[in-house]
């Protein structure tokens, strides 16, 4: 008798990006640094639709490559990325985004990116972007060297370089940053 005066609620949405696979391309990661630095550790995307799109929704889906250590990563806000541009999420609160980052998650997880592993980017259940990985540097970004920046360019390991170019006079404090939001430098 119970059971029939419950309450009952509607489903909520299931909220995704309206993307395929190939729009969204991971480009650069900074993984655990060596000091001097005092930069987050982060994760780099590239819209490569040809349209704006927003985030909400998005899963990053890390493991390490023997499958341990599953991590979802969600994306759980509106955010855009406008049509060819990067956007930084990093492994810092969303309320305390700085060094370039433009989404922080921290609230899904707050160890550090794994050296080693599988990252796919996944919207709806499909996997619109897979990047497997070995040996973040401790100094600098896993860069994606290909410009403009395409998913099944970045499935070759040749297109991915270290870029450790330390930055010009007080911010050499900091750390090595890469290239956070912004075209990667060029592999070679």
Excluded at 57 to 65: A, F, I, K, S
Excluded at 77 to 105: C, E, F
Excluded at 134 to 152: F, Q
Aim: hydrophobic content about 40%; glycine content about 12%.
């Amino acid at each position: 008798m119970l059971a029939a005066s419950a309450c009952v609620r509607e489903a909520e949405d299931f909220i995704c990006p309206d993307v395929g696979v190939g729009d969204l391309v991971v480009t650069e990661i900074r993984g655990p640094q060596a000091s001097p630095n005092s930069l987050p550790q982060w994760i780099e995307i590239a819209n490569v639709s040809g349209d704006a799109v927003d985030l909400e929704g998005l899963h990053l889906d890390l493991q390490r490559p023997s499958g341990n250590g599953p991590l979802d990563l969600i994306v759980r806000y509106k955010r855009t990325l406008a049509a060819d541009d990067y956007y930084v999420l990093g492994i810092v609160p969303d309320s305390m985004r700085d060094g370039g980052v433009d989404y922080g998650l921290a609230d899904e997880y707050a160890g550090d990116l794994y050296e080693d592993g599988v990252l796919k980017l996944v919207a709806c259940g499909e996997e619109i972007d897979k990047l497997v990985f070995d040996d973040l540097p401790d100094t600098g970004t896993w860069s994606l060297g290909l410009v403009p920046p395409v998913a099944e360019g970045n499935d070759t390991p040749d297109a991915w370089c270290v870029d450790a170019t330390a930055p010009e006079g007080a911010l050499t404090e900091l750390g090595v940053p890469g290239t956070p939001g912004e075209a990667n430098r060029p592999c070679g």
